[in-house]
T-cell receptor
Framework: DVKVTQSSRYLVKRTGEKVFLECVQD?????MFWYRQDPGLGLRLIYF???????EKGDIPEGYSVSREKKERFSLILESASTNQTSMYLC????????????FGPGTRLTVL | GENVEQHPSTLSVQEGDSAVIKCTYS??????FPWYKQELGKRPQLIID?????GEKKDQRIAVTLNKTAKHFSLHITETQPEDSAVYFC???????????FGTGTSLTVIP
C-alpha cells in the first residue's frame, strides 16, 4: 500500500517568512509532484521531479522552489511567503516515467498572514 | 500544453439516480486518463482510470468512457449513494514525464 506523508496538516506563517513543506513516500517512486489546490481552480502543478536532484517547473512555479536530495523526499520551499500563497498544498508520487497513477499525500493547509 | 476542461462544476442528484461528469482535452497525444475522488478534508484518491487503447472501463457502479476522436472522456456513476458525495477530478497525461493535467473539479451531492 502506497504511503505518501506530508510534514504538517496545518501551518500558519507570516508574510516574508521562509516556509518548508516536506513530502515523503515509501514506495521507491521515481516521480514526485507538488500541487496547490484552490477552490474553482482544481489542482495546479508547481514543480515535479523525475529523480534525485532533478526538478522541472510546472504551471505555476513563481515564488516557489524545490529540493530533492533523497529519492523518497521532496521539499517545497517558499522563499518569502506572501498572502497569495495561502492555499492547500498536495504532494504526490508515481512509479514510472510513463503514464502511471499518482498517489497523493494528505495535504498541508498553509495560511500566510 | 494540454488543457483539460471539466463540466459541470456542481451536480446534485437524487439517491439512486445516475451522475455523469464530462471532460475534454486538447492534446491528441494524451494517453492516460485517471479520475480522482476527494472527500471533504481528505486526499484525492484514484477511483478509475482508462488508457487510450480502450474505449470503456467499468468497476461496479463506476464506468469511464473515452472518445479519442472527439477528445473527451466521461465518468458515469450509477445507483448513486450519499457516500458518493465528493469532489471528482479528471486528468489527462501525455505519458512523457507523467505530468497530469487536471480538470477544475465537479462537486457531486447525492441527496438522500
Amino acid at each position: 500500500d502506497v504511503k505518501v506523508t506530508q510534514s504538517s496538516r496545518y501551518l500558519v506563517k507570516r508574510t516574508g517568512e521562509k516556509v518548508f513543506l516536506e513530502c515523503v513516500q515509501d514506495m521507491d517512486h521515481e516521480n514526485m509532484f507538488w500541487y496547490r489546490q484552490d477552490p474553482g481552480l482544481g489542482l495546479r502543478l508547481i514543480y515535479f521531479s523525475y529523480d534525485v536532484k532533478m526538478k522541472e517547473k510546472g504551471d505555476i512555479p513563481e515564488g516557489y522552489s524545490v529540493s530533492r536530495e533523497k529519492k523518497e523526499r521532496f521539499s517545497l520551499i517558499l522563499e518569502s511567503a506572501s498572502t497569495n500563497q495561502t492555499s492547500m498544498y498536495l504532494c504526490a508520487s508515481s512509479g514510472t516515467r510513463g503514464a502511471d497513477t499518482q498517489y497523493f499525500g494528505p495535504g498541508t493547509r498553509l495560511t500566510v498572514l | 500544453g494540454e488543457n483539460v476542461e471539466q463540466h459541470p462544476s456542481t451536480l446534485s442528484v437524487q439517491e439512486g439516480d445516475s451522475a455523469v461528469i464530462k471532460c475534454t482535452y486538447s492534446d491528441s497525444a494524451s494517453n492516460y486518463f485517471p479520475w480522482y475522488k476527494q472527500e471533504l478534508g481528505k486526499r484525492p484518491q484514484l477511483i478509475i482510470d482508462i488508457r487510450s487503447n480502450v474505449g470503456e472501463k467499468k468497476d461496479q457502479r463506476i464506468a469511464v468512457t473515452l472518445n479519442k476522436t472527439a477528445k473527451h472522456f466521461s465518468l458515469h456513476i450509477t445507483e448513486t449513494q450519499p457516500e458518493d458525495s465528493a469532489v471528482y477530478f479528471c486528468a489527462a497525461s501525455i505519458g512523457t514525464g507523467n505530468q497530469f493535467y487536471f480538470g477544475t473539479g465537479t462537486s457531486l451531492t447525492v441527496i438522500p
